[in-house]
């Protein structure tokens, strides 16, 4: 059964750097369009980024253009977070939609604290 896998979350301090990442167990991202959404405690799901295999269509929430960047390579996608904000801290879902599958990653914590 395909999946895929989130890595790469933890605890940083405010202003930090923090990558997460989404591997696809080797099912090619080609034509498929990938989002990050995340959740903080008590809040709903929200979309953060998404973009279209080769970077085509890129969109950004307005609270963290400017700060983070999707990309994708091979069978891995990326988040890149910069200066995070406590605000930020939550836990974060990885989604890659092809025609006839929607896969979604088990959640991965990022908090942001001193």
């Known amino acids: 059964q395909a999946q895929i896998v989130e890595s790469g979350g933890g605890l940083v301090q405010p202003g930090e750097s923090l990558r997460i990442s989404c591997a696809t167990g080797g099912l090619p991202l080609t034509g498929s369009i990938m989002r990050w959404y995340r959740q903080a405690p008590g809040k709903g799901r929200d979309l953060v980024a998404m973009s279209t295999s080769g970077g085509g269509d890129t969109k950004y929430a307005e609270s963290v253009k400017g700060r983070f960047t999707i990309s994708s390579a091979k069978n891995t996608f990326y988040l890149q977070m910069n200066n995070l904000r406590p605000e930020d801290t939550a836990v974060y879902y990885c989604?890659?939609?092809?025609?006839?599958?929607?896969?979604w990653g088990q959640g991965i914590q990022v908090t942001v604290s001193s």
């Open positions: 989604n890659a939609r092809w025609n006839v599958l929607d896969l």
